[in-house]
């Protein structure tokens, strides 16, 4: 059993940056894959971020890679998402999500947190 819980999130201007985190719940916390998403209204749910369970790997979107960089502490039991030059685009709601391989796909994913959202002004 597993919970997540992800902070963070805000209003922020173009350009700006903001850092999400999650923080699980339980034990074995490594032996998960961790993997960021974000749904805006109206919209399908897309991958952000994912990282492998002891953070050896790492994938991200392509309409973010070299902006966000997701990374973990594992004695800590948190994951985050660090984001950079923040585009209007860039606006949704965040979700962070655990399961066994740092895949894209939002249904490979074991666990859920509840969501925070991000709002970028032009």
């Known amino acids: 059993q597993v919970q997540l819980v992800e902070s963070g999130g805000g209003l922020v201007q173009a350009g700006g940056s903001l850092r999400l985190s999650c923080a699980a719940s339980?034990?074995?916390?490594?032996?998960?894959?961790m993997g960021w998403f974000r749904q805006a209204p109206g919209k399908a749910r897309e991958f952000v971020a994912a990282i492998s369970g002891r953070g050896g790997s790492t994938y991200y979107a392509d309409s973010v890679k070299g902006r966000f960089t997701i990374s973990r502490d594992n004695a800590q039991n948190t994951v985050y998402l660090q984001m950079n030059s923040l585009k209007p685009e860039d606006t949704a709601v965040y979700y962070c999500a655990g399961g066994s391989r740092p895949v894209v796909t939002s249904n490979e994913y074991y666990y859920w947190g509840q969501g925070t959202q991000v709002t970028v002004s032009s």
């Open positions: 339980g034990r074995a916390f490594s032996l998960y894959a």
